[in-house]
């Protein structure tokens, strides 16, 4: 894992002034990147908006089941494709989960207007799936999370290689003062 990293600016962003925070967490199965949801969990809080990142089966939903598990809510959480979102509401007192998957969404924040994100936002926490270049006007603060497959099994003769590096960006003031670092211990 490597250290946060923190630049004051980057360009191209409409949030370039703004904190970034970025941590990176290697997990070598699917039952550890939804321990990995779970840590996450425990630092979300209502008005979080994360955005995940990766291919078709890089762990997308897998991670956001892990959250829906630390966050204590109701129902599966699988992959919202068809229905494009689902919420999750709390069990335990805490927000209510919302997750969208955005992948075939073709435009940016116009064509999500009717998902009434803008809504939800203040008192859930809402995960996004392939929402880069579409959400992140939603915040200001956002969470943004990329999974990238590793190349090359640790094992020649595995039949798979489940290993993943997820990158975790925390991005405004809110993530200012959070150890992302802390979720790959």
Avoid: N, Q
């Amino acid at each position: 894992m490597e250290a946060p990293h923190s630049p004051a600016a980057e360009t191209g962003d409409r949030t370039a002034a703004t904190a970034r925070i970025t941590a990176r967490v290697t997990v070598d199965s699917p039952e550890r990147m939804s321990e990995l949801g779970r840590r996450l969990a425990a630092l979300l809080r209502p008005g979080d908006l994360v955005m995940l990142t990766g291919e078709l089966g890089a762990g997308k939903t897998t991670l956001t089941r892990g959250l829906g598990a630390g966050l204590g809510v109701r129902g599966a959480v699988t992959s919202p494709t068809f229905v494009i979102a689902r919420v999750h509401p709390s069990l335990t007192a805490g927000p209510p989960l919302v997750h969208v998957d955005a992948y075939r969404l073709g435009g940016g924040l116009d064509e999500m207007e009717d998902l009434d994100l803008d809504v939800s936002l203040p008192d859930s926490v809402v995960v996004v799936e392939w929402g880069e270049g579409k959400v992140e006007e939603l915040s200001d603060d956002r969470l943004h999370v990329v999974i990238d497959r590793l190349v090359g099994a640790v094992d020649p003769l595995a039949a798979r290689d489940d290993r993943r590096e997820v990158t975790l960006t925390g991005i405004g003031g809110r993530w200012s003062g959070v150890d992302l670092a802390a979720l790959g211990a």
